[in-house]
Nanobody, 127 residues
Framework: QVQLVESGGGLVQAGGSLRLSCTTS????????MGWFRQTPGKERDFVAA????????AYADSVKGRFTISRDNAKNTVYLQMNSLEPEDTAVYFC????????????????????WGQGTQVTVSS
């Protein structure tokens, strides 16, 4: 069982920055591809970014490309999401998720492929 704990959310003005962190339990962090998703009330959970187990591959939603950066530190069992130039439309609960390596990369944007999820952290961007 893998437990994921997100942190770093909060209230920020438009144009500002936040860095989310997601720390996982266990000693198998490097066997997981990791993703960030976000969700607003009444809507489905949307893909934001993903990073491969080695950090060698990344993927981003079009809406965040050039503004958000995903990274990971396998020695610290942590994945990060650096969010710059935040917009009110980025307001959501952000979730990190772990996906086992053997599932591959082709459908990395689909939430259904992720086995473990954190509880989420609220990000609110004021205009």
């Amino acid at each position: 069982q893998v437990q994921l704990v997100e942190s770093g959310g909060g209230l920020v003005q438009a144009g500002g920055s936040l860095r989310l962190s997601c720390t996982t339990s266990g000693r198998t962090f490097s066997t997981y591809n990791m993703g960030w998703f976000r969700q607003t009330p009444g809507k489905e959970r949307d893909f934001v970014a993903a990073i491969s187990w080695s950090g060698g591959s990344t993927a981003y939603a079009d809406s965040v490309k050039g503004r958000f950066t995903i990274s990971r530190d396998n020695a610290k069992n942590t994945v990060y999401l650096q969010m710059n130039s935040l917009e009110p439309e980025d307001t959501a609960v952000y979730f990190c998720a772990a996906r086992m390596r053997f599932r591959g990369w082709d459908d990395i944007t689909r939430a259904v492929g992720y086995a473990y999820w954190g509880q989420g952290t609220q990000v609110t961007v004021s205009s």
